[in-house]
């Protein structure tokens, strides 16, 4: 590495424009930071070397340049910005909503919004923030952040820990704020001292030459903000990785207990009880408001849970071993933590069919009493069930979440949520079996009105179930199978989440909004008093703010006969 | 309670007409001779005085209508874009004194109005909190949110006086036609509010019904349809007929009738603006400028990036992490691409890249300007747009 040696005998660094000690510009670096032009020196970096302006020749130079300009940096931000927004146009793929034509994607999109649609399926717009080259964007800003903060802070610090009292002179006035005084008392120049002491500058003397600095730690602002997003963007990597974030999800029925996912089966939850509350359509508060939506606005959703530790592994799944860990209430913004683990209240279910009872009648008898009657445990369903008086009804086909699709007939989950049956019946002494479907209540009830996901079908078990439909397969059948009754399970929804990474973001938060306020609302004001035969030369100079230091510089020097500065700005 | 309702309108009311007495005083303040000696001059303080007045009663509003529901007023499109325009006024009271800039007043409180009166075109009616509202990071986010953007608003008021007194309006330029666009859409906005609220008063209404994913819906018109819902049929009687029906690749709930509300609003704004011009007989940003040759281009540029300065980390503590910190306390996510979230982070963005090209590239004066004038539409568009037409976690009204 070339060094260059100023004439006040300190050695810089390569690439130096002005030298680290006693500030005299070196004259060949000029051109770097565009000085040659100007008569005022550029003091942004103190007219350090940095490594982006000194070196550009390898590979790794360019590179190096590429990302330490701020230009690059503000690109990046604003193609992350247009993508950012552009994948805002159309719902994400996890946002498809439940009552979509398909939640398949490739059928969603186009099906839902046509041409646009497709385009934005196709250029994969649907998981934009988790597809590769929007990943490479914000990678790639990261290593721009990096980059920056390095390429400018490490000489910055050096330039501000080497700088000296004593500067050159030509590096003084070419300072924005400068004054020249034939004629100072050392008096004078003590009460400007002591003055500026009182204003909290830290003063270095050296053979009489001064500076008065205060506010340095403003300029390490923007590096310390950096590092806090640096934190941020590492935290964001490190989340990828299983151990550090595990979410999962599990329903649990009224009374029911269940391993909780994801924890290796070291927790039980046990839901006593699932609450939704609903505001009153007569609160005098809301009756307007809810009159105007005109539908039920829920209050709360709850869920009374136990959780439980495992007992010894050995005897997994043995109840009695469980040790109670706790007692919870479990609604929206107050999930249950426990272990390290958190339970978030995220769905719920209210019409869940757990058992179904039918009767058989006579087709064209609605009056006369049942032939017999069954009832089907949809959670253990079997294929055929014989009534009392011989009657044999097979299930052919059984849909636990029954759709009408533009496709046909097809189950939307394996969830209990509409069942919808189609029986072979086979009554004694009869060769032929006749064909019935039976079922789809849900549908049923929504066409009366019901909206089904906040009312509880349970209290209406037995009407509800005349409602729905019963089709018999062919004109001729004798026998005609209808719903009785029906219990319903309630169930809760709960995400189950446990995150490492929290702790990394919080710091990340933290450093950034410390790096912003102190880069933002504090400045690096330094003032220089240049003994000169019997006066002095008076410069100043501030990252901001320069009215400011232009008061404290007035106030210092009020009574004496040194020369106010002049703004030497150069108008651009 | 009926009566506490009744206090709070009425002191919204009054802040509203306060606003815009104090907006003429800040008018006056250009004739204003004792202005020269001292910086804002009588009219000024009287200005200022009244604003302040009428942020006060704004704050009873606020306080009363709290007690009246039990929670913050912050959880609609009427009580939030109000508060909004709370913030804005706010933000403006303590920059003016800081920079006892009376021209800031003359655009920062009709902007302030014009958020009010666009809150009260939607439902004012008291709501229930639905359930994942109901927290105390309600406050602390929207609270800090809206401060933030008031704030950020201001560095907006700054720009366009900065643009208005600055760009050469002795031909026409791309310039002269961008600031006169940024104007034009002001105009749209007023439009929107002012027939929204005639219709309004006249409690106009005319049902639809129409197709939405196959089920059967129905809509409400409050103003005259000219854009029927997509093969949508009337069954009001006695109102207008439609025109013609809104193309089929416009989609969502409502999408009928928010595009006849644009319609509406590109007419009636049109018009004001055409009014104007032909009054004016030049560019309204042309007439504007002379009003402004007292306002030193330099102090405005200040104000400009001050307050962004000051509302940067405002925005990015309530808008960023407050609302990672509540998304995380409801859901066990504290960030998932929802739109607001996104459209947070691209003003979030888009005000870092300001601050970079202002501190390390030297962009002032009127490249600073316009950036503020387009992180205000980034602002408005997360407000509006991305709640009215962008489905997701905020969509309110």
């Known amino acids: ?572 | 309670m009926q009566s506490l309702i009744e206090t709070s309108s009425t002191m919204l009311f009054t802040a509203f007409i306060l606003y815009l007495v104090a907006t003429f005083f800040f008018g006056f303040t250009i004739k204003d001779k004792t202005s020269k000696n001292k910086k804002s001059g009588i009219t000024g303080k009287l200005a200022i005085t009244l604003t302040i007045i009428g942020l006060i009663a704004q704050i009873v509003y606020f306080i009363t209508r709290w007690m009246a529901s039990g929670h913050a007023p912050v959880s609609n499109m009427f009580e939030f874009v109000t508060f909004l325009g709370m913030c804005l006024v706010l933000a403006f009271i303590i920059l003016w004194f800081i920079y006892k800039l009376n021209m800031l007043g003359l655009f920062a409180l009709p902007i302030a109005m014009i958020f009010i009166a666009y809150a009260s075109v939607f439902p004012t009616e008291i709501a229930p909190l639905v359930p994942s509202l109901k927290s105390h990071w309600l406050y602390i986010h929207v609270t800090t949110v809206a401060l933030g953007s008031g704030i950020l608003f201001i560095s907006f008021v700054a720009g366009l006086i900065y643009l208005i007194r600055e760009v050469d309006q002795k031909e026409k330029t791309k310039r002269t036609t961008s600031l006169e666009g940024v104007l034009y859409i002001i105009f749209l906005i007023i439009g929107f509010v002012v027939i929204s609220s005639v219709f309004g008063a006249l409690n106009y209404n005319a049902t639809f019904e129409y197709d939405l994913n196959g089920k059967t819906t129905q809509t409400e018109y409050h103003l005259p349809a000219i854009a029927a819902p997509f093969e949508g049929a009337l069954l009001t009687d006695n109102v207008m007929e439609p025109w013609f029906d809104t193309p089929e690749w416009m989609h969502g709930a409502d999408a009928g009738r928010k595009f006849n509300s644009v319609i509406w609003s590109f007419i009636i704004g049109t018009l004001l603006y055409a009014l104007a011009r032909l009054v004016l007989r030049k560019r309204i940003s042309a007439a504007m400028q002379p009003l402004l040759k007292n306002v030193k281009p330099d102090l405005v540029d200040e104000i400009n990036y001050r307050s962004v300065a000051i509302g940067f980390p405002v925005f990015t503590l309530g808008g960023l992490i407050f609302a990672s910190i509540w998304a995380q306390e409801a859901w066990g996510r504290f960030w998932g691409w929802d739109p607001k979230e996104v459209w947070a982070l691209i003003t979030w963005f888009f005000y870092a890249a300001y601050l970079h090209l202002r501190l390390s590239r030297g962009w002032h004066g009127e490249k600073s300007a316009w950036l503020a004038v387009i992180g205000f539409g980034i602002i408005l568009f997360n407000l509006i747009v991305v709640n009215l037409v962008l489905a997701g976690l905020h969509s309110y009204a």
């Open chain 1, 1 to 572: 590495m070339k060094h260059i040696k100023c004439e006040c005998g300190h050695v810089n660094p390569e690439g130096t424009v002005l030298c680290e000690a006693c500030g005299k510009p070196i004259e060949q670096n000029q051109h770097i930071d565009g000085n040659d032009k100007k008569k005022l020196l550029n003091m942004r970096y103190e007219g350090s070397a940095r490594r982006s302006t000194t070196f550009n020749k390898t590979i790794v130079d360019k590179v190096w340049n590429f990302f330490s300009s701020v230009k690059v940096a503000v690109w990046l931000i604003v193609i992350a910005l247009i993508a950012s927004g552009i994948g805002t146009i159309l719902p994400l793929e996890q946002y498809i909503p439940a009552d979509a034509i398909s939640r398949d994607p490739a059928i969603f999109y186009p099906e839902t919004y046509g041409l646009f649609g497709k385009i934005f399926y196709q250029l994969g717009f649907h998981n934009l923030y988790s597809s590769w080259w929007y990943l490479i964007l914000i990678a790639l800003i990261g290593v721009s952040l990096v980059i920056c903060s390095i390429d400018r802070f490490v000489p910055l610090y050096r330039a501000l820990k080497l700088q000296k009292a004593k500067r050159h002179e030509s590096f003084i006035n070419r300072q924005r704020l400068y004054s020249e005084t034939p004629n100072v008392t050392a008096e004078e120049v003590l009460t400007v001292k002591e003055r500026l002491a009182k204003k909290r500058y830290r003063l270095k003397e050296e053979d009489n030459h001064i500076v008065a600095e205060k506010g340095r730690f403003s300029r390490w602002g923007p590096y310390v903000n950096h590092i806090g997003l640096i934190i941020i963007l590492v935290a964001a990597l490190i989340r990828t990785i299983p151990f550090f974030y595990m979410s999962d999800y599990v329903w649990v029925r009224e009374g029911e207990m269940r391993v909780v996912p994801g924890t290796n089966g070291e927790y039980y939850i046990e839901n006593h009880e699932f609450i939704l509350d609903t505001y009153a359509e007569d609160d005098e508060r809301f009756k307007d408001a809810i009159a105007k939506q005109g539908m039920i606005i829920p209050s709360n959703f709850q869920t009374n849970a136990t959780i439980y530790k495992a007992g010894d592994a050995e005897v997994l799944g043995a109840e009695e071993d469980h040790e109670k860990i706790g007692d919870f209430q479990i609604s929206m913004n107050k999930p249950a933590k426990f272990g390290g683990y958190t339970l978030y209240q995220q769905g719920y279910q209210l019409n869940e069919f757990s058992k179904m009872t039918f009767k058989v009648y006579e087709m064209n008898d609605p009056e006369a009493e049942a032939l017999g009657e069954f009832t089907i445990d949809l959670f253990d369903l079997k294929s055929e069930y014989e009534l009392e008086n011989g009657i044999i009804v097979e299930v052919s086909e059984y849909y636990p979440d029954y759709s009408l699709a533009e496709n046909g007939v097809t189950s939307k989950t394996n969830e209990s949520n509409n069942p919808a049956f189609i029986f072979n019946l086979q009554s004694p002494g009869n060769e032929n079996t006749e064909t019935s479907f039976v079922g789809d209540v849900i549908g049923s009830a929504e066409k009366l009105g019901i909206d089904t996901s906040v009312v509880e079908l349970k209290p209406m078990a037995n009407v509800i179930g005349t409602f729905a439909a019963t089709v018999p397969g062919s004109e001729e059948n004798q026998f005609k199978i209808l719903i009785d009754s029906i219990q319903f399970d309630r169930k809760s929804g709960l995400s189950v989440k446990r995150d490492y990474t929290l702790p990394f973001f919080v710091i990340g938060a933290i450093i950034f909004m410390i790096g912003v306020i102190q880069g933002m609302y504090w400045q690096h004001r330094r003032v220089w008093i240049h003994p000169k035969k019997n006066g002095i030369l008076l410069a100043g100079h501030t990252n901001k703010n320069w009215f400011g230091l232009k008061k404290d510089i007035e106030k210092a020097i009020e009574g004496t006969s040194i020369k106010m500065v002049e703004d030497q700005k150069e108008d651009e």
